[in-house]
Nanobody, 127 residues
């Protein structure tokens, strides 16, 4: 089992940047594929980005492609979401999620595929 804790949220102006972190407990972080999702008020939780357990496999939602970058440091048990060129429509609670992955290059893009979730961190982008 793994516990996930997000940090790095806050208020940022449109066009700015923010880096979110997702710290995982335990010593088996490298077994988990990781994902980032977000949920705006009144909307469904939606996929943002995913990364395989060893890092080379990544995927992005079309709405963030070219602006956001997902990465991980298995030695530090941490996943990251670098967000650049932020827009007001990026305002949401951002969640990281994890699932044990058999294959090192696999990543997952639907919330139903994830087993573990963090508590979320609010990102607000002002215009």
């Amino acid at each position: 089992q793994v516990q996930l804790v997000e940090s790095g949220g806050g208020l940022v102006q449109a066009g700015g940047s923010r880096r979110l972190s997702c710290a995982a407990s335990g010593r088996t972080f490298s077994r988990y594929a990781m994902g980032w999702f977000r949920q705006a008020p009144g909307k469904e939780r939606e996929f943002v980005a995913a990364i395989s357990r060893s890092g080379p496999g990544t995927a992005y939602a079309d709405s963030v492609k070219g602006r956001f970058t997902v990465s991980r440091d298995n030695a530090e048990n941490t996943a990251y979401l670098q967000m650049n060129s932020l827009k007001p429509e990026d305002t949401a609670v951002y969640y990281c999620a994890g699932v044990i992955s058999v294959f090192s290059s696999s990543f997952f893009v639907t919330k139903q595929e994830y087993t573990y979730w963090g508590q979320g961190t609010q990102v607000t982008v002002s215009s």
